[in-house]
């Protein structure tokens, strides 16, 4: 078995519900035996419009899933015996749910973790072989492993979607991803593959959980999503390394103040007291979370006001405070975001997802997108010696199953 950690991706044509029938029935003779019993789930990956790095300070955040997506073809068994095979590579893996063991360092820990998760929870599971494909690019940061964890909930689980809410749904996957596989991330990648809303963006305040979906100006511009070509390797050490001085930050704070829980009650006043008590990365890991959860709230107004220059201000500032002060932007994102920004019809660059590598995110007229394409293969590749992938991508629903 190899160490890959997401089965590799492929062309989006290959998510047909026919073509992933007809590549289930060549891997598995029951599918081949019984084709009517074939089903398929699906689950899309997210980009973050902004609120990077909120999540698991409770804050603010604004995903949207999109047409990007994994899904799994699968026929049900009785055996407690999983078992699947990755499309991109014709790996196989499996466990049994009874005695689903320690992660192994692999993407069916993804599966894994979910069964055990679902059955902690008390959500019922089964049996089943199947297949996963996936057109979402690799450690790219469009939470490929959060794709994962919802489309193998909604496989495993007896009842569609286990019966629960999905909000309930994506807690369950991120305990897979916190407790299982051993990522501390925040809730707001299983969020959007659980919850994303077509057409629309989605505010999910971290605290209460409250939701709602956000109309983006789709009619003029579209989203396009710029792969660096470069695997992001923000590893689970440095992410968890990030969240532990954000909430040594909080704590500090709250030896004198105990109303503040999180960094989501520390005010921009507040933030000088942090770098007395635990130090400069501390203070500046902070001051990125405090102002991006106020770049968050004037996004929602800039999109409600129809004002996308303010839009293009925000972005860049995110972009900057997660260079300068939280230190996830790599030089491959830098040079994408400086290309994209000097195309005219390029409304808003920035940096999406947890850093190091992996893709920006851009708001662009629909008449600029070529023109962004042309920009990106011409200036990126000479500078960085890298080949970028750019994808025109839609808002989409969340998880569930795919019809046909």
């Not at 396009?224 to 689970?236: A, E, F, K, M």
């Not at 968890?240 to 005010?267: F, G, H």
């Amino acid at each position: 078995m190899t160490t890959s950690t997401r089965p590799a991706a492929i062309e989006r044509s290959a998510l047909a519900p026919g073509a992933m029938r007809g590549a289930l029935a060549a891997v598995e003779p029951r599918a081949a035996a019984d084709p009517g019993a074939i089903r398929v789930v699906r689950a899309p990956g997210r980009v973050n419009l902004i609120g990077e790095h909120t999540d698991y300070n409770l804050g603010l955040v604004l995903p949207a899933a999109i047409d990007l997506e994994i899904r799994i073809a699968f026929v049900p068994t009785d055996d407690r015996r999983v078992e699947l095979v990755s499309g991109g590579t014709g790996e196989r893996a499996g466990f049994d749910l009874d005695a689903i063991g320690p992660r192994r360092g692999a993407w069916i820990d993804y599966v894994a973790g979910t069964a055990w998760a679902l059955a902690d929870a008390g959500i019922a599971t089964r049996g089943l072989r199947g297949i996963i494909v996936s057109s979402l690019p690799t450690a790219s940061g469009l939470s490929s492993s959060a794709a994962l964890e919802l489309a193998s909930a909604w496989a495993l689980a007896d009842e569609p979607g286990g019966g629960v809410a999905p909000i309930e749904l994506a807690r369950t996957c991120q305990r897979a991803e916190n407790a299982y596989v051993g990522v501390n991330c925040g809730l707001m990648d299983q969020f959007a593959s659980a919850c994303g809303v077509a057409g629309d963006a989605v505010l999910l305040d971290c605290r209460s959980l409250e939701f709602r979906p956000i109309a983006l100006p789709l009619a003029t511009h579209t989203l396009v999503v710029i792969h660096t070509g470069s695997t992001r390797s923000l590893t689970t050490s440095q992410y968890n390394v990030r969240r532990a001085q954000c909430e040594a930050a909080a704590a500090a704070l709250a030896t004198s103040d105990p109303a503040i829980q999180s960094l989501r009650d520390v005010t921009p006043a507040m933030l000088p007291r942090i770098r007395d008590l635990v130090g400069d990365d501390a203070f500046r890991r902070s001051r990125h979370v405090v102002t991006e959860n106020e770049r968050v709230a004037d996004t929602i107004e800039a999109l409600a006001t129809g004002d996308i220059a303010a839009l293009g201000r925000l972005w860049a500032a995110s972009h900057a405070s997660l260079r300068d002060d939280f230190e996830v932007v790599s030089p491959e994102l830098d040079a994408l975001v400086e290309i994209a920004s000097a195309v005219p019809g390029v409304a808003a660059s920035r940096m999406t997802g947890a850093g190091f590598g992996g893709c920006t995110i851009n708001l662009v007229e629909r008449g600029a997108v070529s023109d962004l394409r042309t920009a990106v293969d011409a200036r990126y590749r000479a500078r960085t010696g890298l080949q970028p992938r750019v994808y025109a991508v839609d808002a989409v629903d969340g998880a569930g199953i795919v019809a046909g």
